[in-house]
């Protein structure tokens, strides 16, 4: 028995909408044809613990080999001006840091508070900001929504 | 009996450890339920929100162990918010207020803050053991104070929960003097931990039995740990994504070998498939095998794994074993007692026919005789599947089916499965626990109603057509304790036909059914021994919008429970307390 899938990349079907939605929307809306009523998102069915779901979805990404591009946005503090940056080109931190000295010509780390140079932080899912590097490298580009590149003496 | 003095009598009760038992006890007579009352050290407390930390404190002065229960159980699948509740504080205040002597704390789907952690770890000296499940609102930091404070403990088990890792400081603040673990579980942490500090606490507790790391362990200090801690009986490891070289692999493998009393592995998330052959010196003692997360791993590898693991109780793999590896199990596997197979497709985008399917599940329960717990997603099932099961497996204590589409009727007649889980409960008689789905009319709630007499839990999903399904459960299931439906088309009829049915159940769940706020807060006058809550999350809070409210609204998401203490105070802007 076939059902049909409707894809919506923009619309978050998720049930928690304090969360900001994906700029890659990875979730699936599955509308069955019954009664309005009976719908089933990919958050809340099949009945699984968030645990396997998250090893699930990480799963899918790295099988997709980041096919889905992952574009965010990156800001200098004090320069207006952001930039734009897709994660999935990058293996782990190291390129990544990489990558965004070469773009902001400075020195970008993460990890340690140095008091001379410039450290990398992200803004979650949850909205918080976090220094990066802390968590493995799948599990950050799950949850990275922008990325900011403080002055020094900040953190 | 009652001519014996107290304290032999309280002695007779030291006997009967089961909360059921203990509670019936009381029940006798006055001076019975007093002995009873005051020599009681364990307390178990499926609803938070039943009785509050007061009145039971005063009840069970005695009390040294405590298990509690927040969320229902939906909020595992993201169907309840965040901060609905279940908040442990108020329980710890209470508790160390009154200068209880705890020992033991376990909770699921609980609110659990650092600030309660701290306060638990000074307010008892005696403290033991702390099971956290599914619990969430907490840090590291917390563990911190657990590890730094409480000097006896044994046991910290943190079994899925979700933990703000601050980076692995925590395991330093174990003191030197600890030297009382048993057991040790943070498999469920994200960050990085600190290796020395893990091994220096493995090394110096002779009596860990239980040691279930996070990712964050490689393979090399995983070796390290076991080679100290020959002893244990019960390993989760981490992540090994990388194939080991040569020597890594036969160090660790060496370390395995002397590992003698394993019984009991877990965790795999993102494992190589050498670093599971590695194990293969244990395989054969091993009684409990979770290879649930272990989503990498090809079939051919779980397959030629499995067939060393020939005194297997409980096994829990993903549905990527297929129905060929399910026969292996099936003839390997024969002291098997409890089978979970989780899906590991779950948007259908792989068009693999290697999932599992009604083939793979009537073997199992050809082969294994001692079956008597499943869980089982699959993508099809047919009614002559489940007959045949209902007949090689009338032993089934809980069966948990999961079809991941809705609806889906039996893939070879297109009928429901009505027939099947008719047959389920009418030859399980001893069925407590049971999950329905596929395509399903209230047939089967008729079934459901007049075979299951013990079933205590049911959950139903995308099922039945009228009001009269549900009615065939409240009315037939005697034993009903815990009710959860989603998504099925029961109304006001079904809600209100017997009210005082509520007060021999712990909870009812209904989402996206067809129960109008009329109807609810009928129920709600009707039972004032009821807490009968409405959760709107996708209301704006808009006052405008609340004083026009239609009682012909339909209830997104409905849960009600009893209690003896009235309507909580807690309860967050999106929960209406009727």
């Known amino acids: 028995m076939e059902n049909s899938n409707s894809y919506s990349p923009y619309s978050s079907s998720s049930v928690d909408s304090t969360k900001p939605s994906l700029s890659v929307n990875l979730s699936l809306s599955l509308t069955f044809p019954s009664t309005s009523s009976q719908r089933a998102t990919s958050q809340d069915w099949p009945p699984i613990k968030p645990r396997l779901r998250d090893t699930l979805k990480s799963l899918r990404l790295r099988q997709r080999g980041y096919n889905t591009a992952l574009f965010i946005k990156v800001y200098m503090e004090g320069v207006p001006i952001g930039r734009k940056l897709d994660l999935s080109t990058f293996s782990g931190y190291e390129s990544l840091l990489e990558n965004l000295s070469g773009m902001f010509d400075t020195s970008v780390i993460c990890g340690n508070r140095d008091r001379k140079h410039h450290v990398l932080t992200y803004q979650d899912k949850d909205g918080d900001w976090m220094m990066v590097g802390d968590i493995p490298w799948d599990m950050f580009l799950e949850t990275v929504r922008r990325l900011k590149i403080t002055r020094p003496e900040r953190c | ?229 020959p002893q244990l009986v019960d390993l989760g490891v981490g992540s090994y994504e990388n194939e080991p070289d040569q020597e890594s692999f036969m160090k660790l493998m060496a370390a395995i070998k002397k590992c003698t009393e394993l019984r009991s592995l877990s965790g795999f998330s993102e494992v190589a498939p050498l670093c599971l052959t590695a194990f293969y010196p244990i395989c054969q003692n091993l009684t409990s095998l979770n290879l649930s997360y272990a989503a990498e791993i090809q079939g051919n590898h779980l397959i030629r794994f499995i067939q060393f693991c020939k005194r297997l109780q409980r096994l829990w793999i993903l549905d990527s074993i297929g129905d060929k590896g399910l026969e292996v199990v099936a003839s390997t596997c024969k002291e098997l007692q409890e089978l979970r197979v989780f899906p590991s497709d779950l948007h259908d985008e792989e068009d693999n026919d290697t999932a599992v399917t009604e083939i793979g599940l009537v073997a199992i329960s050809a082969g294994c005789p001692k079956l008597h717990s499943i869980l089982y997603f699959c993508k099809q ?133 067809e129960v109008t706020l009329g109807g609810c807060k009928r129920l709600a006058r009707n039972a004032p021994w009821l807490n009968v809550e409405i959760i709107n999350e996708n209301e704006n809070n808009d006052v405008m919008e609340r004083n026009e409210e239609d009682e012909r609204e339909k209830v997104d998401r409905l849960y009600l429970y009893r209690t003896v203490v009235g309507a909580r105070k807690d309860a967050p802007p999106c929960v209406t307390i009727l």
């Open chain 2, 1 to 229: 009996m009652n001519y014996f003095p107290d304290e032999v009598i309280e002695h007779i009760f030291d006997f009967i450890a089961s909360h059921k038992d203990r509670n019936s006890i009381s029940l006798v007579s006055k001076s019975w339920h007093k002995i009873e009352r005051c020599s009681r050290k364990r307390v178990f407390i499926g609803n938070c929100y039943a009785i509050n930390p007061e009145r039971l404190i005063e009840r069970f002065p005695s009390l040294r162990s405590l298990t509690l229960k927040g969320k229902p159980h939906f909020a595992d699948f993201n169907l309840v918010p965040h901060e609905w509740g279940g908040f442990v504080h108020p329980w710890i205040v209470a508790l160390a207020k009154a200068r209880v002597g705890l020992e033991e704390l376990r909770l699921k789907r609980m609110v659990v803050s650092d600030e309660s952690l701290e306060l638990l770890s000074r307010s008892f000296s005696s403290f033991k053991s702390l099971v956290l499940v599914s619990c969430e609102g907490f840090t590291t930091d917390g563990l911190a104070s657990v590890a730094a404070n409480c000097r006896h403990l044994r046991e910290l088990d943190l079994q899925e929960n979700e933990i703000d890792d601050h980076r692995g400081q925590w395991l330093n603040c174990f003191p030197e003097s600890s030297t009382a673990l048993t057991s040790l579980n943070f498999s469920c942490l994200k960050g990085e931990t600190n290796l020395a500090a893990l091994e220096r606490l493995v090394a110096r507790s002779p009596n860990l039995e239980s040691l279930k790391v996070n990712r964050a362990v490689p393979l090399d200090a995983l070796t390290r740990l076991m080679s100290c801690a």
């Open chain 2, 381 to 513: 099932m047919t009614n002559a599947a489940l007959i045949t099961v209902a007949k090689n497996c009338p032993n089934f204590i809980r069966f948990r089916l999961c079809i991941l589409e809705p609806n889906k009727p039996d893939h070879t007649t297109s009928q429901s499965l009505d027939e099947g889980f008719g047959a389920i409960v009418q030859a399980c008689k001893g069925l407590r626990r049971l999950s329905v789905s596929g395509l399903l009319t209230d047939k089967v709630f008729l079934y459901i109603g007049m075979y299951a007499e013990q079933l205590e839990m049911l959950s139903i999903a995308f099922a039945g057509d009228t009001d009269k399904g549900m009615l065939y459960v409240l009315n037939g299931c005697k034993k009903m304790r815990k009710l959860e439906i989603r998504d099925s088309p029961f109304g006001n009829a079904a809600l209100l036909a017997d009210v005082d049915k509520y007060r021999t159940m712990r909870s009812l769940w209904m989402s996206s059914c």
